[in-house]
Nanobody, 121 residues
């Protein structure tokens, strides 16, 4: 059974940092693109960042220069280092794996349960 489990969320003040982890099990995703998305209260889920099996990355404009996506292939784990957090970054963050299309904005086949990130002003 494939599982993606996020961790590392929490409450942080504006300007602070958090590191999210996404641990995958049930199969290897070493060759698959993985991604982070987020959903704020009352808003649609939005793309945050993605990373391919070869290490290519893509970010949404609002997090460029502040967030860094990475992965540890042997550990089957993906990370999102979030620095200089802002109140508008408050959301539930989800990890995902195996895109359904080639688009960077693609939906994904597998999703985690999400981890809450709250940034206070």
């Amino acid at each position: 059974q494939v599982q993606l489990v996020e961790s590392g969320g929490g409450l942080v003040q504006a300007g602070g940092s958090l590191r999210l982890s996404c641990a995958a099990s049930g199969r290897s995703f070493s060759r698959d693109r993985m991604a982070w998305s987020r959903q704020a209260p009352g808003k649609e889920r939005e793309f945050v960042a993605a990373i391919t099996g070869s290490g290519d990355t893509r970010y949404t404009d609002s997090v460029k220069g502040r967030f860094t996506i990475s992965r540890d292939i042997p550990k089957n784990t993906m990370y999102l280092q979030m620095n200089n957090l802002r109140p508008e970054d408050t959301a539930v963050y989800y990890c995902a794996a195996v895109p359904l299309t080639s688009s960077w904005m693609s939906d994904y086949r597998y999703w985690g349960q999400g981890t809450q990130v709250t940034v206070s002003s």
